[in-house]
Structure formats: structure tokens, C-alpha cells
């Protein structure tokens, strides 16, 4: 990952050395990963509010991320300092902050990928089905409704 000579932003680049009549050449070139398909997915992997998802190099500066927000060069620890900190003891945790994450390092690229949710959002599904079966229909009266729905809607259907 370098920053782009003209943009400033971070690029990957690449160069491959070939022979041509009059000697060695070298073809080389950069592209925007965040332009990418795999940009296109990290920005749309997760439906969990407040998620982030961050893919970056072994130097920390990363490479893509689901956020839009970011601009230039940045590195992790610069953009959530909580979340560096964290994955330097572990692949997976929770962060001071109230997040929980886990990695994984992309194999053949010197790449790491990290998703960091809000503890609230991971487990907003489950504190909801508690709720429901809390609540004043509870998820018996709930089901026999339904239940019962389905039957007059079959039996409807006979008559």
C-alpha cells in the first residue's frame, strides 16, 4: 500500500518486469481497492448498525473500508485507536469502548480484515425476542393468533 503520487490516496501498486527487443522493461501500474469490488462489498457486508469493516495492510494503513468517510491515508490506530489496540493482543474481543470485533489475515496478501460492531447492535436481535416474550402477547398468544389466522384463511378458502 502506497499513497497515490497524484491523489494522495492509498493505492496498491504492482510491477512486473518483462523482455522486449531493445531490453528489460518494466511494467507497472496502481489501482484504488476502494474502487474495487471488493470496496463495493465491504461497504455493503454487514447490516448491523454502527459496524465497521476495515481491510488493511501490515503496516496498519488501511487498504478499504465501509466507511465513506475516510479520505487519504490513514491507519488504523488513527481512525479507531481502541480497535488497534485490541487487535494487538488478539484476533478477537471486545474493545474498552463497547465493541466487539474479530480478524482474520487474507491469505497470499499481507492483508488483515476486521469487523468492529457495537455490542448494543450484536445483540439487539436477541434482547428483541426476550422482549417479545415479555411482552403483553407473549410469543404463545402470539403464535395461537397466528395459528388461528391460518386456519381461517385455509377454511375460508373451503366454504
Known amino acids: 500500500m502506497v499513497p497515490s ?8 501498486a504492482f510491477a512486473t518486469p518483462f523482455d522486449s527487443e531493445r531490453g528489460r522493461r518494466v511494467f507497472s ?7 474495487t469490488p471488493i470496496g463495493a462489498y465491504l461497504r455493503r457486508a454487514t447490516a448491523l448498525k454502527g459496524a465497521q469493516v476495515y481491510l488493511f495492510d501490515a503496516t496498519g494503513v488501511i487498504v478499504a473500508s465501509s466507511r465513506s468517510d475516510l479520505v487519504g491515508v ?3 490506530a488513527e481512525v479507531d485507536p481502541e480497535l488497534a489496540r485490541g487487535l494487538r493482543g488478539s484476533v478477537a474481543g471486545a474493545t474498552g469502548d463497547g465493541y466487539q470485533y474479530t480478524s482474520r489475515r487474507i491469505a497470499n496478501a499481507p492483508w488483515q480484515l476486521v469487523i468492529s460492531v457495537p455490542q448494543s447492535a450484536l445483540y439487539e436481535p436477541i434482547e428483541g425476542l426476550a422482549a417479545l416474550s ?8 402470539c403464535w395461537r ?5 391460518c386456519w381461517w384463511a385455509t377454511s375460508s378458502r373451503r366454504a
Open 145 to 149: 393468533a397466528s395459528r388461528a389466522r
Open 5 to 12: 503520487a497524484t491523489k494522495g490516496i492509498p493505492v496498491v
Open 74 to 76: 490513514k491507519t488504523l
Open 29 to 35: 501500474g496502481a489501482f484504488d481497492v476502494r474502487q
Open 134 to 141: 415479555r411482552g403483553r402477547c407473549g410469543w404463545r398468544r
